[in-house]
């Protein structure tokens, strides 16, 4: 995995996930595609950045008092408002009202196509950006977001740390235990496809599969992370 270039600018790796945007991801995401226009529109920011020259990615743990989705680790987002102008603009709006994170200091690479949501009926386009210039994050929103956590590359990647689950309807996807998160659903799911695209994945035991946790132990596995 390389960091960035001597400009600043994104690294090889994250450029590769933006060629394939319009291939082999497209492809891949058309089968989670919203069935009809009744889905609402939101979007997340898919935020990398680098920590001492370690690439690593903007997650949220999302506060525990929440109607949907209360203590999952996720990218920072949520529905459009009618101001954002498009899913670039709710990205941006949301991260900046949930971590403190400066709109002007990130550079958007690519739109990847959106994904339905169905138990929440949202369709969620990923926005695939790089941290340019970082700043400090925090807990901006504290209704919204418990925790903000910037998590290396190299901890998803690591094969220790890569698992699948079981949820209730007997169906099994993705998974990961980086800086004291358990990342599962839609945002594993989504990191998942996105390393395979950037081909920095490592190979893992598919063959390990654990039940979906409940309670406390859905939402955390420790109290790591930043």
């Known amino acids: 995995?390389?960091?960035?270039?001597?400009?600043?600018?994104?690294?090889?790796?994250?450029?590769?996930?933006?060629?394939?945007?319009?291939g082999a991801w497209a492809e891949q995401a058309g089968r989670w595609s919203p069935p009809?226009?009744?889905?609402?529109?939101?979007?997340?920011l898919l935020l990398f950045g680098e920590t001492d020259g370690r690439p690593d990615v903007l997650l949220i743990e999302r506060a525990a008092g929440l109607r949907r989705h209360a203590g999952q680790a996720a990218f920072p987002g949520g529905g459009a408002d009618p101001g954002d102008d498009g899913p670039i603009g709710t990205a941006l709006r949301e991260c900046a009202e949930e971590t403190g994170?400066?709109?002007?200091?990130?550079e958007v690479i690519a739109t990847l196509p959106?994904?339905?949501?169905?138990?929440?009926?949202?369709?969620?386009?990923?926005?695939?950006?790089?941290?340019?210039?970082?700043?400090?994050?925090?807990?901006?929103?504290?209704?919204e977001v418990a925790s903000v956590h910037r998590v290396p590359v190299s901890e998803l990647t690591d094969p220790a740390n890569?698992?699948?689950?079981?949820?209730?309807?007997?169906?099994?996807?993705?998974?990961?235990?980086?800086s004291g998160l358990l990342i599962w659903g839609f945002t594993a799911k989504v990191l998942s496809r996105l390393f395979d695209a950037a081909a920095i994945?490592?190979?893992?035991?598919r063959t390990l599969v654990?039940?979906?946790p409940t309670g406390p132990a859905l939402r955390r596995e420790g109290r790591g992370g930043s």
């Open 114 to 143: 959106p994904v339905w949501i169905s138990v929440s009926n949202y369709s969620v386009t990923p926005v695939l950006a790089w941290w340019r210039e970082p700043c400090e994050v925090r807990v901006a929103d504290p209704t």
């Open 101 to 106: 994170v400066d709109p002007a200091g990130v």
């Open 36 to 44: 009809d226009d009744t889905a609402r529109e939101s979007a997340v």
């Open 162 to 178: 890569r698992l699948q689950l079981q949820y209730p309807s007997g169906h099994s996807g993705p998974a990961f235990r980086a």
């Open 201 to 205: 994945a490592q190979p893992w035991d």
């Open 1 to 22: 995995m390389t960091s960035a270039d001597a400009a600043g600018g994104p690294p090889a790796w994250l450029r590769r996930v933006a060629d394939t945007a319009a």
């Open 210 to 212: 654990e039940p979906l």
